[in-house]
């Protein structure tokens, strides 16, 4: 095994920073949308990275992006490693995208040390992780993994009624099902972690064993349209008061369960929306999570009879929908290992933790074992311009990313142990 090398943290500041200006927000977040003109704009930038770093570029029918080094034994299945470059409609300058550039450093630090690998690795940009601008999140990913469809991917739609498939072409980058991931050896995700554990614990590094599971919901409370002004209190049927009930309801469910089950409306619409009018139909979205499957199922179960009981007694219409549901994941406890072993190397703390949020790395675990890693999330903010990792966590987890990929990708298949 060669000596322990180490990224390059200038260079990489410089290139999360380059990234950082691209649908920059007044603040400093970021609004980048999947299939946006400003993901088109990073997308293009990161197409140049790659091909300056001397990789084979290749977009496949989900749009997803990949950038293949070639290793000695061509045919050896590859190690992978990357993440998402679109953001939430505020998000922050680190949410998948630090996963992409680190990537794209290990690459950059293997080119200038001459390091040849026996297995090829490729760096990957999943398209449509956040599901901001198109439901279900992680589709790039969930696309390649079996989980959906190329026509159910295609038919997802915008907010204003545009499809997927459509703006992938509009931007330019729709490639093919033959370009797809295939014959993956383990696939690794940096990510910041988006809560406030490693920060509060003062560790570095996260080596995450798995993933919670979750469940979206969307309910739409039906009530009586009229005047603001005339109708009396006691002959309304205002869908906003009953909805309002309902999201006391949910938060008072979770938090009777126990400290680990968390829900969160992230989304409301009133109808007709003015303000002397009462609102006749309210559609909210409920997200719950868990780390245990049973006990999340269970939540479920009661925000449903909980909700429908009070649409009951306010004698009003309820539908609710369910949009999506994910079990729990375990991930490869060889890369557990190996990025404790990596962090030991470089003489940092580190900790086994699970993960509060979705990613990609989810999805690809279904056709190849799969790990991340974790850096801390300053104050545990992510989604919002606030959300920031200090740079020498960065620095930190990048090393740790390097070391993992290095010994992956000179494995060879006779050193495979089963996850
Ligand atoms: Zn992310």
Redesign the pocket.
Known sequence: MEPVMTVNLSRLIQTMKESAKIGAIPGGGLRRLSLSVEDKAMRDLLREWMIDAGLQVRLDDFGNMYGRREGRNKDASVVMVG??LDTQPEGGIY??ILGVLSALEVIRVLNENDIETERSIEIVNFTN?EGARFEPPMLGSGGVAGIFSENYVRERKDQEGKLYGEELENIGYAGTPENRAQNIYRFLEL?IEQGPILEEQKISVGAVEGVQGMNWLEVIVSGDPGHAGTVPLNHRKDALMSAAKMALAIQHIAKETDEFAKVTIGRMQLKPGSTNCIPHEVVFSIDIRHPNDDIRERVVELVRERISTIALLDGIDIQIKDLWEIKSTLFSEDIVQLVQQGAKEHGYTCRVMMSGAG?DAKYIHHIAPSGMVFVPSVNGKSHCKEELTHWEDVEKGANVLLYVVQNLANKEDSDLYEC
Do not use: L, M, Q
Request: charged share 30%; proline share 0%; glycine share 14%.
């Open positions: 993440s998402h949410d998948g992780e990510h990613h």
